[in-house]
């Protein structure tokens, strides 16, 4: 095993800020169909701007544009995310101005419009940070790629949604702040949604202006026979997502991807809706999410050095599984147990525990991909696998909650729950060994590069010593 180099932490700071943005465009995007709804907005209305969602999910399409079209005085990925993120803060200073006026005057297929070019620049930054980060830590530590997105995106999506929520409201602010410190009640919360919208468009703007001056792009890429490989052109990036569907180690990958939701999909998807419908109100189940929300915070850290990503990624998934059955349980009886006062520690608890599985088990598989990406292609091998991840998600999804709207509606969420949870271990027992071998695969196996010549070596195009990619972790 090799010894990882140590992580520059201006590195680690620069992803997770990136992230952090990302994240935050999310989250003010989730919580408009909210507000919307809050200024008396149909079903069809919230249908409508769903469209604005899409982006991410099509991400793919242009992912090879933003590996093979640079200005190489730039930089592979500054030539992009500098434009791509101003134009974000010149939209979201825009909206600032009209947003509420927007909402209040129910403008769906505007915000829709609006949003939609928001998410089509967030998702175009996403494959851009992507392969920034892989091509950052790749020599050092891998797994600070997964770490960075899930703590920056995690942080970024509170910010945009539940505390946004949260402290834009007068009830929540007159209640717990200005009442305990006899302060006169006010019609408004702490700040706006405006105010806060124009606070996301000035964030951009300070990490684009940091990111401008003093972040120096390096270019890492693959060694062969001694000799630093050649960027791919457009058409070669396009074609590489066939060729790396050749790859029987892609193969299996995929089928782990599409196939690991079936057991987790229940308590991923059903929970909130589950503790709804036993009736917890909406604004106590925002309240819980904060410490919940916390914790998949801090979880990725604990995994941020490992050299074996998919070993904890099995381990996380059983435990994740494992800790779902309790909470099915409380939530079945939640009617007879809501009024006492032990009911919100113990739920808090139970969704910490098992949100803290789920946080490793995402980090865990998303460190594993950026592990195994080449860094020619770093924004588009991780958009592809990162789709792929999505896909089963939104595969298993439907199914289950097509299913769950047939089954009795006392005991829905506790048989879905229960029958994933079987799905799930099964799965894990057929599949363990295929994670283990994919584990032990070679680094340079994944990437494009014919077998015989390709060198894990990573070199930098800066003057200075090479950089060498440490050999791949141990299991998944």
């Known amino acids: 095993m090799v010894a990882h180099a140590r992580t520059p932490s201006s590195s680690i700071l620069l992803i997770l800020a990136l992230y952090f943005l990302q994240g935050m465009n999310l989250g003010i995007t989730s919580s408009i169909p909210l507000f ?29 544009l933003i590996d093979a079209l640079y200005v190489k005085r730039f930089g592979r990925r500054k030539s992009w995310l500098i434009p791509i993120q101003l ?20 403008r769906t297929i505007l915000l829709a419009v609006i949003f939609f070019a928001i998410v089509v620049l967030t998702a175009t930054q996403d494959i851009c940070v992507d392969g920034l980060a892989i091509s950052l830590f790749t020599a050092t530590n891998p797994q600070w790629t997964s770490t960075s997105q899930t703590v920056g995106q995690t942080m970024g999506r509170f910010m945009g949604s539940s505390f946004l929520l949260t402290f834009e ?14 302060i006169t009640p006010k ?83 059903m929970t909130p809706l589950a503790l709804l419908n036993q009736g917890v109100p909406r604004e106590n189940l925002a309240l819980v999410n904060i410490p919940v929300t916390l914790v998949a915070i801090v979880a990725p850290l604990a995994i941020r050095h490992t050299e074996s990503p998919l070993r904890w990624f099995a381990g996380s998934y059983i435990a994740y ?28 608890l139970l969704l910490a525990c098992n949100e803290f599985c789920n946080a490793l088990r995402f980090s865990a598989q998303i460190g594993f991909f950026a592990a195994i990406s ?8 991780m958009t592809l696998l990162v789709t792929l991840h999505n896909a089963g998600f939104a595969i298993h999804s439907s199914i289950v909650l097509y299913i769950a709207n047939w089954l009795p509606k006392n005991y829905d969420f506790v048989i879905a729950t229960g029958a994933c949870t079987i799905i799930g271990i099964i799965w894990l027992g057929f599949s363990f060994r295929t994670l283990k071998r994919l584990q ?17 070596t990573v070199k930098s195009n800066e003057q200075g010593p090479s950089d060498h990619r440490a050999s791949l972790m141990a299991d998944e």
């Open 36 to 64: 919307l709804i809050a200024h008396g907005a149909t079903w069809k209305d919230r249908g409508t701007f769903n469209f604005a969602f899409y982006p991410f999910s099509l991400k793919l399409i242009w992912a090879p």
């Open 87 to 106: 134009s974000a803060a010149v939209i979201l200073l825009f909206l600032s101005f009209y947003v509420e006026s927007f909402i209040e005057n129910l």
């Open 169 to 182: 409201s007068a009830n929540f602010t007159n209640r717990f702040i200005r009442e305990p410190l006899s």
């Open 187 to 269: 019609e408004s919360g702490l700040f706006s949604l405006q105010q806060f919208v124009r606070f996301a468009a000035l964030a951009f703007l300070i990490v684009t202006t940091c990111l401008i001056f003093f972040f120096r792009e390096k270019e890492n890429l693959p060694i062969v026979d001694g000799e630093e490989t050649e960027s791919l052109s457009l058409t070669e990036t396009y074609l590489s997502i066939f060729k790396l569907f050749k790859k029987k180690c892609i193969q299996q990958l995929t089928l782990v991807s599409l196939l690991a939701p079936m057991g987790i999909i229940a308590v991923n998807y």
């Open 321 to 348: 599984i494992i800790t779902g059955i309790p909470i099915a349980a409380y939530v079945y009886y939640t009617p007879s147990m809501i009024s006492t006062s032990y009911y919100y520690p113990i739920l808090i």
């Open 374 to 381: 080449e860094p020619r292609i770093g924004g588009t091998y």
């Open 440 to 456: 032990e695969i070679p680094t340079h196996e994944w990437y494009l590069l014919p077998m015989q010549h390709s060198d894990d």
